[in-house]
């Protein structure tokens, strides 16, 4: 047979099979098609020796990426750069290196203890059903593992692991640390840049040196977490004044660890429901920041308290007074919708994650929020140190000593002032820099700071006094209102007794009369007798 005719005849078989199939597509009741599919698919694997798996862009309802994914989509950067030939390029790291990943529809080959691999990119276009003049396709994206059926339980054991392993590794190395903001219950995010660290932190070295050792700790904790049965999280408080650096610890935190950061604004989020979606879209390796937690909602242990000092209602006023706007516009989070969300019930998912909640004013908090269990860790912030005046001075001004040192120390031992506020007079006055003129703004600052406290405690200890003696003066004045009641209490008994007494003797004249009148004589209650006669002759017995 000549090729001419051979081609002839293959090609009128590949339009017989099209035509016939088209016509089974027509005219086949549909059951019978999905038998065949079925059957047909079941067919062909039973001969095709290979197992395929694929690994989604998206789980779920679109919800989160999935990191089995991106994890691949890291394994895999370094292997497409070399064999792939269209590839991507993506810049990280501030924009320091760019970082390959293999393009659609791609094959890369691996190996792994002598086994070959071969995974494919791909995607799922579906056109949405929305009338619209641009029509909007829905990507879905997916890498596709091929390998022999016989080398099944490798590849699902070991190397599994190890691609994902490998691929958070490098994500980790490549990875641009993201500062995420809640606006609403959507979280938007900048590269975070803070060049806040430990060493830098103003702090007495051995109190810094416990928490680094403890966030360490944690951080490579997993196992001992899944041990004991808990969520992979620690909640850290931060107190003190303001300007002590409880912020600036929050970002040295996530320097250190590695760590993106979810500053959550509560009073933007609606209710506790949306509270968890928040929560439940925020990533592995992350701290979730509330600042200012007692402003942010009445959450404190006082609501209650404050809500029976406000009393009654205006009693001219007895209309209940409609909310304000901005009430009703008010979050609706709750104690409770705080708490669970601190408990991890809905951070248990994946990863660790750090809590940190800042307040200036811990005693306001209500107790059930900052609990042992829930707020691990309670670190103070203080006013400056000698020894957090001295990291200070290595950051501003490169000074390890200096002999206006010893002065600061006595003034610091004296007057409180915020690292915040140090740090200002620690700033390069002039263009030379000169750190003696710093310094010497400082002690000026530290010895006004200290003279004013003394007047304060003065004008304090006056109005103190001021105070007790008015407290003394109400004393006395209300002791001697009661003597002078006491008094008149007295002189009123001593009249009635008086009265009641004559009231007796006269009513004794009364009845002496008229036993006289009566018997010619009376008893006069001393056993004598009168008589007229006796009294006319001035007799008496
Ligand atoms: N302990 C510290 N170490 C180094 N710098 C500090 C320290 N405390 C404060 N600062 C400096 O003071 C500034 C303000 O500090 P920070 O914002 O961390 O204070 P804060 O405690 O969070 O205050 P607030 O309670 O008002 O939020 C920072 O920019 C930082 O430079
Ligand atoms: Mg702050």
Redesign the pocket.
């Known amino acids: 047979m000549n090729p001419a005719d051979m081609f002839t005849q293959v090609g009128s078989v590949i339009a017989s099979v099209m035509f016939a199939w088209a016509m089974f597509k027509q005219y086949c009741p549909y059951s019978v098609q999905e038998y065949f599919d079925k059957y047909s698919k079941r067919a062909f694997t039973f001969v095709y020796p290979y197992i395929q798996i694929s690994f989604n862009e998206f789980t779920g309802d679109r919800f989160m990426r999935s990191e089995a994914y991106s994890a691949i989509e890291n394994y895999l950067g370094s292997r497409s750069s070399t064999q792939a030939k269209r590839l991507k390029a993506d810049v990280v790291k501030n924009s320091q290196s760019v970082v390959l990943s293999m393009d659609d529809y791609e094959e890369v080959d691996d190996e792994f203890q002598g086994v070959k691999l071969r995974w494919a990119s791909g995607k799922h276009i579906s056109k949405s059903q929305s009338v619209s003049f641009y029509p909007v396709t829905d990507e879905k994206k997916y890498y596709k593992l091929t390998f022999h059926k016989r080398h099944r339980q490798l590849i699902l054991g070991d190397y599994l692991n190890h691609v994902l392993k490998e691929g958070n590794e490098i994500k980790v190395r490549n990875r641009q640390r993201k500062l995420y903001t809640n606006s609403g219950s959507y979280w938007r995010h900048v590269v975070f840049q803070h060049p806040?660290s430990f060493e830098?932190?103003?702090?007495e070295a051995e109190r810094k040196q416990e928490i680094v050792d403890d966030l360490v700790i944690f951080s490579t904790a997993e196992d001992f977490y899944a041990r004991i049965g808990r969520a992979w999280k620690r909640g850290y408080l931060?107190f003190?004044?303001?300007?002590?650096?409880?912020?600036?610890?929050?970002?040295a935190m996530a320097n250190l660890l590695n760590y993106d950061i979810y500053d959550l604004e509560l009073t933007a989020v609606k209710d506790n429901t949306e509270l968890r979606k928040l929560l439940m879209e925020t990533t592995s390796r992350s701290i979730i920041v509330i600042?200012?937690i007692d402003c942010s909602l009445d959450l404190t242990g006082q609501r209650k308290k404050k809500k029976e000092e406000e009393g009654p209602r205006d009693e001219k006023d007895p209309k209940p007074k409609l909310p304000k706007e901005e009430d009703s516009k008010q979050s609706q989070v709750t104690l409770s919708g705080i708490l669970n969300f601190v408990d991890g019930l809905w951070s248990a998912c994946r990863g660790e994650r750090l809590i940190v909640f800042?307040?200036?004013f811990v005693e306001k908090l209500d107790p059930a929020l900052i609990r042992k269990g829930r707020m691990d860790k309670h670190i103070e912030?203080s006013y400056?140190s000698f020894e957090?005046f001295q990291?200070?001075a290595k950051?501003y001004l490169r000074l390890e000593s200096h002999r206006l040192f010893a002065r600061i120390q006595e003034l610091l031992g004296e007057t409180k002032m915020?690292?915040?506020e140090v740090?200002?007079h620690l700033m390069p006055k002039t263009i030379t820099g000169d750190a003696k003129v710093c310094l010497e703004s400082l002690i000026g600052a530290l010895e006004k700071a200290k003279e004013d406290a003394i007047l304060k405690a003065e004008e304090e200890a006056k109005e103190k006094e001021k105070e007790s003696a008015r407290l003394k003066a109400e004393e006395e004045a209300k002791e001697k209102e009661k003597e002078k009641a006491k008094a008149e209490e007295e002189a009123k008994e001593k009249a009635k007794a008086e009265e009641e007494a004559k009231e007796k003797d006269s009513s004794a004249a009364e009845n002496a009369k008229k036993q006289v009148k009566e018997n010619g004589f009376c008893d006069n209650g001393n056993g004598e007798l009168n008589n007229k006669e006796n009294k006319q002759e001035g007799f008496s017995h």
């Open positions: 806040a830098t932190l103003a702090m931060l003190g004044p303001p300007g002590t650096g409880k912020s600036t610890m929050i970002a600042e200012d800042t307040t200036n912030l400056c957090a990291v200070l950051n915020t690292p915040a740090a200002e």
